[in-house]
């Protein structure tokens, strides 16, 4: 039986995506071959390369002057390679949870980081809200959701600056105005394939702005000019990406994976609000539709590891809180069925009568 899959990443994938990439582990494009076994240059994985850039582009109505590039090194590459790439002297930050200090910490090495404002006061469980971002800064960095403590920002601010986006755990669960950002990258294995490719899509007027030397592969100019294929790209992953992409576009693209999201985390924090065992940890407005992050309420914390072996009886895994929130999160992303949400709801509330 197939369980019903809550981990927070590596993370569900839509039947489509895995059908299909084992499918091409035995045989990719009727070559006769492996995927897994066939030069990245070949005109099969080449156009596998294309229609991916193609459709991120079409799923996210990217404008003109942008580029989509797949690339190594996770998400937390990205923390020094945005910095790299597009820090001058000064850069503004939102420190929102774990991600977000350590993309500070990166920051830091390369210029003045003017943290505009933090939630760490309160573990991280809410987005902060007035803060002011200098306009002398070369660009303002957010995480949009916060993967760990269930918090997410589910607009592009209004700054007068460029935005710089980590969206590893949101993308393609809502429009975005790609026109506001200079770079927003996000690690796959959230929310588009398996880990070991980080989608990036840059502004190349953006790029080649800062006088220090980079190092090529830490250049994103040179993955502008070799189309993502300046050395050996991540395969597999992509062409996982490319599978997931279309299934996007087959069931109609973001704006209904927004509203199917949504509804799935409606279900489930309804229930959080209702059942007198547990209590969610976010604040009510900043609540993830990706991330639900809830706790037992004080009088039934000893039922924790009761509650996770009730689940997991009931073929739930992954829902087991981060070591720094403690309790569970379920992570809902876009291949999340309902059916496993109202599963694990039923078994909420069976839980609860028995206590
Ligand atoms: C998972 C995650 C990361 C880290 O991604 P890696 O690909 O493991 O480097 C960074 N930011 C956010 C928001 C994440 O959810």
Redesign the pocket.
């Known amino acids: 039986m197939k369980k019903h899959n809550f981990y927070a990443?590596p993370s569900i994938l839509s039947e489509y995506t895995i059908k299909n990439t084992a499918a091409a582990v035995e045989d990719f494009a009727g070559m006769g071959l492996s995927i897994l076994e066939i030069s990245h240059r070949s005109k099969e994985f080449v156009a596998v390369m294309d229609e991916a850039q193609a459709l991120v582009k079409e799923l996210l109505d990217i404008p003109a002057g942008y580029e989509v590039l797949f690339l190594g090194g996770?998400?937390?590459?990205q923390f020094c390679m945005v910095p790299y790439n597009l820090l001058k002297k000064k850069a503004a930050y939102l420190d929102t949870g774990t991600?977000a200090s350590k993309a500070i910490k990166e920051a830091k090495l390369f210029g003045e980081v003017a943290v505009v404002a933090s939630s760490k006061d309160k573990n991280y469980t809410y987005i902060p809200k007035d803060y002011l971002v200098p306009e002398d800064v070369d660009y303002f960095h957010i995480?949009t959701?916060?993967?760990i403590y269930g918090t997410e920002l589910r607009e592009d601010p209004s700054v007068k600056v460029p935005l710089v986006a980590?969206m590893?755990?949101d993308i393609f669960s809502r429009p975005v105005d790609v026109s506001k950002y200079d770079v927003i990258y996000a690690?796959a294995?959230?929310n588009l394939a398996p880990?070991g490719v980080?989608l990036i899509i840059v502004r190349t007027d953006a790029l080649g702005n800062v006088d220090r030397p980079i190092p090529t592969m830490l250049n994103y100019k040179t993955h502008v000019e070799k189309g993502s294929m300046f050395n050996t790209p991540p395969v597999l992953p992509i062409y996982s990406a490319l599978q997931t992409l279309k299934w996007y576009k087959e069931q109609g693209g973001i704006k209904a994976m927004e509203k199917k999201d949504k509804e799935n985390a409606a279900i489930l924090y309804d229930e959080i609000d209702r059942n007198k065992l547990f209590k969610g940890t976010a604040n009510v407005e900043d609540r993830s539709i990706m991330n639900v992050c809830f706790v037992m309420n004080d009088e039934y914390k000893e039922l924790e590891a009761d509650f996770n072996a009730f689940a997991s009886g009931r073929g739930i895994v992954g829902i087991k809180g981060h070591r720094s929130v403690g309790g569970f999160r379920a992570s809902l992303y876009n291949a999340m069925p309902k059916n496993s949400v109202e599963t694990l709801v039923e078994a909420m509330k069976d839980f609860e009568k028995q206590h």
Do not use: L
């Open positions: 990443g996770g998400a937390s590459m991600w995480t959701n916060n993967t980590d590893s755990s690690g294995q959230k880990a980080t």
